[in-house]
């Protein structure tokens, strides 16, 4: 069983309401939720009748009216929703932001400032780097200007002899000049046996490098046809 909450003649009174009634009787859930539902014997029966809404053209009017009226706080009664005013589809955020805030969502193509792709920056920072460990190379020993043709003399420390530093000759066929990767090649004959040694410019073994005599007329920069 259910309690309901029935006003009679403006006094509230309790009243036990069975259910089953309602539902012999074939009611729905909406007729139980009305209020005729509390309309059994022995009880008052108290009818709800809605007021008529305004027509919609005369919604603008009531509010503006409601409007103007003041309730016990001193306060505009803006009135029901349904009756209320859209709101403006702009507003003024002027007072809340300190900065400039464009208007577009995303700047014109016309407009936006040149940049450049991420791996041309990169490609100059990498650059950048590479150009100062040349710099550091070259200020721990000098790199002569030697080319292909020439005879040099190159100092350098062997680690696998305890460090000793070892003096090879010969006659320099290639040079690769690309910043920290920059290598030439150095060919010699000893005792009828030749043999090749493929040097990195800025090793930090390469001791010195001296040029003991310049090539005379060699026009190729790779004197690969020596090998044969």
């Not at 003649?9 to 012999?24: D, E, F, K, Q, Y």
């Not at 009305?34 to 005369?58: D, M, T």
């Not at 190159?154 to 460090?163: H, K, L």
């Not at 000049?177 to 990195?200: A, C, Q, T, W, Y």
């Amino acid at each position: 069983r259910g309690r309901g909450l029935v006003l009679a003649g403006g006094a509230p009174t309790v009243a036990s309401v069975g259910l089953g009634r309602a539902a012999a009787a074939g009611e729905t859930g909406l007729d139980r939720a009305a209020p005729r539902f509390l309309g059994v014997s022995g009880f008052h029966h108290v009818s709800h009748s809605p007021s008529p809404l305004p027509p919609p053209s005369a919604w603008g009017h009531s509010a503006q009216t409601r409007s103007k009226t003041t309730g016990k706080g001193g306060k505009a009664d803006d009135g029901p929703l349904y009756a209320r005013e859209p709101l403006s589809d702009t507003s003024d955020l002027s007072k809340f932001v300190t900065h400039d805030v464009p208007d577009q969502a995303w700047t014109p193509s016309s407009k936006r400032l040149k940049r450049k792709r991420q791996t041309k920056t990169a490609k100059y920072m990498m650059q950048l780097i590479e150009r100062e460990q040349v710099a550091k190379a070259n200020a721990r020993y000098q790199v002569p200007d030697f080319r292909a043709g020439d005879t040099l003399e190159v100092s350098t420390i062997v680690p696998e002899n305890q460090r000793k530093v070892a003096r090879y000759k010969g006659v320099c066929i290639a040079r690769r000049n690309r910043g920290m990767g920059s290598s030439f090649i150095i060919r010699n004959v000893i005792k009828d046996r030749p043999f090749e040694l493929h040097f990195p410019t800025y090793s930090p073994l390469i001791q010195d490098i001296k040029i003991l005599s310049q090539g005379k007329g060699v026009r190729r920069r790779k004197l690969f046809h020596l090998r044969r």
